[in-house]
């Protein structure tokens, strides 16, 4: 029996309440299979936490969290603590800390699932975004000069090292290469002189060495229009950390809605825990509500099972949001049912189980 040490944070608002349906269907996972388990640590930082200590983790945080095979976190950033003090204390403290460079964000639309595009059939939505996450526009690099004077000046750096850049684009150019699909880099090079032409120019470099995958380069402005009129030219998609934040709420908009939407926050070596999370928000306008969709943190859960190599259940995972999907007897509010975020979890597990 192979077991898997977790850990989970849930975090703040909604996180806690999908994260448990989450753990739920793992465990269920684990226990039809029989041949591995999931050993659970919750670690009960977040915003409250921050309220009592003062900070958004413990200070050896990274270090406890060091030892674990991966980490299922739920969401961060609650009223009454600024977002850049709770999301740098703790989301974006793993990322880094863990050199979690690669951000893998599915954008498919599932059968059953709400689309906004009209005549948009599931194949028409299929891709796969590898967003950079651990440099570029969220480096942190910068300076606050004179504040609050009238001559007031802010500075917010992006760094785009040749290491970081190279590194993401590769892995991109293997996903293409492996999954056979083309591979588009959405990037900014003709305002964005320097980093965004480097960027240019390494995915041109790197692609040297995949003169197999069929590739294609597009501005930001014009890859969020075609997104929306066109989704179907994309399917492995390479970009920065804040174009790539950016463009994944656009594609949970056409996939289904936040409520639907999965990433991964990858460490490729295997060095550190890579972790895994929705990538919608705390919500504060529905936590507490017992309404929040849990099916986000779901298809998280399906990306821990691919993760460590039980892709038939990570499929069974999606397989049943699928049906969940098409059945329309059991979804949250914010995709057209009367559900709650349990009995959507349950009714996961139900389908698992063969119910
Ligand atoms: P959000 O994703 O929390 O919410 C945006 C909208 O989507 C809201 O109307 C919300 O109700 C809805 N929504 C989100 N997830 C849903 C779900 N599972 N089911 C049903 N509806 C859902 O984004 P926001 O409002 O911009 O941010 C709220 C807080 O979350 C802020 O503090 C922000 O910094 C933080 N945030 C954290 C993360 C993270 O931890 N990964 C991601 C994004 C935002
Ligand atoms: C996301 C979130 C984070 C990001 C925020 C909360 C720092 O929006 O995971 O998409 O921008 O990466
Ligand atoms: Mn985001």
Redesign the pocket.
């Known amino acids: 029996m192979i077991t898997y040490k977790m850990a989970s944070v849930p975090?703040?608002?909604?996180?806690p309440e999908?994260i448990a349906e989450g753990i739920k269907v793992l465990n269920a996972a684990a226990a039809l299979d029989g041949g591995f388990r999931f050993e659970w640590t919750e670690f009960p930082w977040g915003c409250d936490f921050y309220l009592q200590h003062g900070k958004m983790m413990d200070d050896d945080g990274i270090e406890q969290l060091k030892q674990f095979d991966a980490i299922y976190?739920?969401?961060?950033?609650?009223p009454g603590v600024p977002?850049h003090i709770?999301?740098w204390g703790l989301?974006l403290e793993i990322r880094k800390g863990f050199d979690q460079y690669i951000n893998l964000r599915p954008v498919k639309l599932l059968r059953g699932a709400p689309c906004p595009l009209k005549d948009a059939k599931p194949e028409d939505i299929d891709m796969t975004f590898v967003r950079e996450n651990s440099e570029g526009e969220y480096a942190g690099s910068g300076a606050w000069l004179y504040k609050d004077q009238p001559n007031e000046v802010v500075i917010q750096n992006g760094v785009f090292s040749r290491h970081g850049c190279e590194r993401v684009i590769r892995y991109a150019y293997e996903l293409a290469r492996k999954e056979h699909k083309t591979l588009t880099s959405i990037s900014k090079g003709n305002a964005l002189n320097y980093s965004m032409v480097f960027w240019d120019q390494v995915f041109a470099e790197v692609g040297r060495e995949y003169p197999d995958v069929k590739t294609y380069s597009l501005l930001v402005d014009a890859a969020s229009m075609f997104m929306v009129k066109n989704p179907k030219r994309f399917e492995i998609v390479v970009t920065s950390n804040l174009f790539g934040d950016i463009l994944t709420d656009l594609g949970a908009a056409i996939a289904g809605?936040?409520?639907l939407a999965a990433g991964a926050n990858l460490n490729p070596e295997r060095k550190f825990p890579s972790m895994f999370?929705?990538?919608?928000?705390?919500?504060?306008?529905?936590a507490g509500k017992g309404?929040?969709?849990?099916l986000?943190?779901i298809w998280s859960a399906s990306q821990v099972l691919d993760f460590f190599g039980h892709e038939d259940w990570g499929r069974k995972v999606i397989d049943a949001i699928e049906r969940l999907l098409t059945e329309k007897q059991v979804l949250?509010p914010?995709i057209g049912g009367t559900a709650s975020t349990r009995e959507v979890g349950d009714a996961v597990v139900r389908i698992l189980e063969g119910k």
């Open positions: 975090g703040d608002g909604i996180g999908v976190l739920g969401a961060v950033g609650a977002d709770s999301l989301l809605g936040m409520g999370e929705p990538i919608h928000g705390s919500a504060p306008d529905i309404i929040a969709d849990p986000a943190a949250t914010d």
